[in-house]
């Protein structure tokens, strides 16, 4: 019974470091361990595997999904992410192509059987396959998932467990698209909870979607001194950065009270302490 006090109190400590990375990026590959779990537990080691699939599930507090990359999020954070579904949806994606009859059969199996996985639809492949290559069910899973039809619910075996956004996503969640004002702020308030101190460049790394307001967004907050603008020693002027100022920090600070925990509760690191740099913002 004790162990499992712990872990409902460390549950809560976890979130706290997702939502103040504001993403988490998943790892594929696995040697000694997947960096997403390496990433949290070096910012607090009561982390345990079974945290992610906790923080999965109801009341779900995360999400799957591709900030700069695939990552764990906080579940108030598809509001964000509307935009790219649209494009998605008007453009199809990137880097693969999904046949329309495989995403209607793909949705309609989703629909009649409930969550499932890519390994759920069997279609015989031969020859060598290339990295994007994946079978005809597969590329419509991911088109799906990506336009936001379709909801990573957790992962079986590294393998996503895809269900309808309709049916996994809280009835009571903000799906409203965001207006261009709402996500210049958005990308900025998330820089300056996760990073502190950062250059313009660095508010929507790797990010294409209503990324047009930055600027502007970044000027009238320095101009109302809830940034502040600094020098670093050894940096052209160009790449001058940007700091919350201590009234927007406190502002935070209260607003967000109840992602804040108390950290005299929560483990602190030794004089010396390993924290993993992969791409977790």
């Known amino acids: 019974a004790g162990r499992w006090v712990w872990f409902g109190l460390f549950f809560f400590f976890i979130f706290d470091v997702i939502w103040r990375l504001v993403a988490v990026q998943i790892d594929t590959i696995s040697v000694v361990e997947r960096a997403h779990h390496h990433v949290i537990w070096t910012r607090n080691t009561g982390y345990e595997r079974g945290h992610i699939e906790a923080l999965e ?8 999904y591709w900030s700069h990359a695939a990552s764990y999020m906080p579940i108030e954070d598809v509001r964000s992410c509307l935009p790219r579904m649209e ?5 199809g994606h990137d880097w693969f192509k999904a046949d ?5 059969d793909v949705r309609d199996k989703i629909s009649a059987e409930g969550p499932l996985r890519a390994q759920d639809f069997f279609e015989p492949m031969k020859g060598e396959r290339g990295w994007w290559d994946w079978k005809p069910a597969k590329s419509a899973l991911e088109y799906l998932f ?3 039809e379709l909801v990573c619910i957790g992962r079986r075996g590294f393998q996503k467990v895809y269900d309808l956004a309709e049916h996994a996503l809280p009835a009571d969640l903000d799906m409203r698209t965001p207006t261009a004002s709402e996500m210049a702020a958005h990308y900025v308030d998330r820089a300056c909870v996760s990073l502190g101190i950062f250059a313009a460049q660095d508010v929507a790394y790797m990010r294409e979607d209503g990324v047009q307001g930055i600027q502007a967004e970044l000027a009238e907050r320095i101009a109302d001194g809830r940034l502040v603008e600094v020098d670093i020693e050894g940096l052209p002027s160009s790449s001058r950065l940007s700091i919350p100022s201590s009234s ?11 992602h804040t925990r108390s950290s005299a509760t929560c483990p602190r690191a030794g004089a010396r302490s390993a924290i993993s740099p992969f791409l977790c913002s």
């Open 57 to 64: 599930t109801e009341p779900r507090r995360i999400i799957e």
């Open 87 to 91: 494009r998605v949806r008007v453009r």
């Open 100 to 104: 329309p009859r495989a995403v209607s």
């Open 146 to 148: 990506h336009a936001g």
């Open 248 to 258: 927007t920090e406190n502002a935070w600070r209260d607003s967000s009270a109840r």
